[in-house]
């Protein structure tokens, strides 16, 4: 089945600064979705994207569609502490049988340090 | 208020005994899937359905039972026989199958 890379695992950063995550798949995606996960919570998603190059913000979320369809990026500016969770892409395939289905990474665990 | 709400939050039970978990949804989806997740995990699909009265089953069914008798409910039975059923189970609902998923405030099933 698809695979997706998700780094990194987990990063911690002083409140202010940016962060930056990225997902990598073994084939090609038609969509990719960026989604934020509190402690015992569902995910809520953030960001859609549905074109290569395409680049989507969200407030002082920015996320890209790389150009290969194989990846994408979010990118989190100024950070604050309520950006703590876990963020989660997931993408759809291109064609097949699993054209129908998300494909999740494992998450990035974010701690912002006040 | 629109949205997908799942019950119980937290669900207990003991080994050998089957297991429903509610989802439903008021935001005129006609798609509807069955997550688990397990610690440091990504999601995995248990079923999904596109249609009333039409569902498929994903990555990890086996174990696993769903009926989708009205568009906007989607019961999940975990049976006897899924053999590690501690989990936090996810639901979801989208327009279609190609649209982006939104998900509810998941269940944490525990069975001793």
């Known amino acids: 089945g698809q695979q997706l890379n998700q780094s990194p695992q987990s990063m911690f950063i002083q409140e202010g600064e940016d962060v930056s995550m990225n997902c990598t798949s073994s084939?090609?995606?038609?969509?990719w979705l960026w989604y934020k996960q509190d402690p015992g919570e569902g995910p809520v998603l953030l960001i859609a994207?549905?074109?290569?190059?395409e680049l989507t913000s969200n407030g002082r979320l920015t996320a890209q569609f790389g150009i290969t369809r194989k990846d994408s990026f979010l990118n989190i500016s100024a950070s604050i502490p309520s950006d703590v969770g876990i963020y989660f892409c997931?993408?759809?395939?291109?064609?097949?049988?699993?054209?129908?289905?998300?494909?999740f990474g494992k998450g990035t665990k974010l701690s912002v340090i006040p | 208020d629109g949205g997908i709400t799942q019950s119980p939050k937290y669900l207990f039970r003991k080994e050998g005994q089957n297991v429903t978990l509610s989802c439903e949804q008021n935001?005129?989806?006609?798609?509807m899937y069955w997550y688990r997740q397990d610690p440091g995990q990504g999601l995995r699909l248990i079923y999904y359905?596109?249609?009333?009265?039409?569902?498929q089953k994903g990555d990890i069914a086996e174990g696993y039972s769903v009926s989708r008798e009205k568009k906007e409910s989607f019961p999940l039975t975990v049976t006897s026989a899924q053999k590690n059923p501690t989990a936090f189970y996810l639901c979801?609902?989208?327009?279609?199958?190609?649209?982006?998923?939104?998900f509810g405030p998941g269940t944490r099933l525990t069975v001793t």
């Open positions: 979801a609902s989208s327009m279609g199958t190609g649209n982006e998923q939104y």
């Open positions: 084939s090609i995606f038609n969509t």
């Open positions: 994207l549905y074109k290569a190059g």
């Open positions: 997931a993408g759809r395939s291109a064609s097949g049988a699993g054209s129908y289905q998300l494909t």
């Open positions: 935001l005129n989806h006609d798609a």
């Open positions: 359905s596109q249609i009333v009265n039409d569902f």
